[in-house]
């Protein structure tokens, strides 16, 4: 399983990233957790906001592909997109490559 992680300036964008990536079946499920406080530098200074951060329940093959349409679909003129592999039970993995399949 690879989680892909992204924030966005608020919820509706979250949701509709979201929204385009299950319709897409690129991810079989996105965690929505808003009220993240991003302090990051930008700019030659130091900024500080309110964001939402997504992640998505994604596979490799899949991966490339979601990565694309964040970037595609992100508002923010650097969205920040990380990705880990992480382990998960038998069962989660089975679900995981049947929602994502396509076609």
């Known amino acids: 399983m690879i989680h892909v992680t992204t924030t966005c300036p608020d919820l509706d964008t979250a949701r509709a990233i979201a929204q385009a990536a299950l319709a897409e079946r690129l991810a079989a499920c996105a965690n929505i957790t808003p009220g993240i406080l991003s302090l990051f530098h930008w700019q030659d200074a130091i900024s500080e906001e309110e964001e939402v951060q997504v992640t998505f329940k994604t596979t490799e093959a899949a991966r490339a592909d979601l990565v694309t349409l964040i970037e595609i679909e992100h508002p ?20 995981l490559a049947w929602e994502t399949r396509r076609g």
Request: charged share 25%; aromatic share 16%; hydrophobic share 45%.
């Open 76 to 95: 923010y003129e650097l969205p920040v997109i990380t990705w880990e592999t992480v382990a998960a039970t038998q069962e989660a993995e089975d679900w």
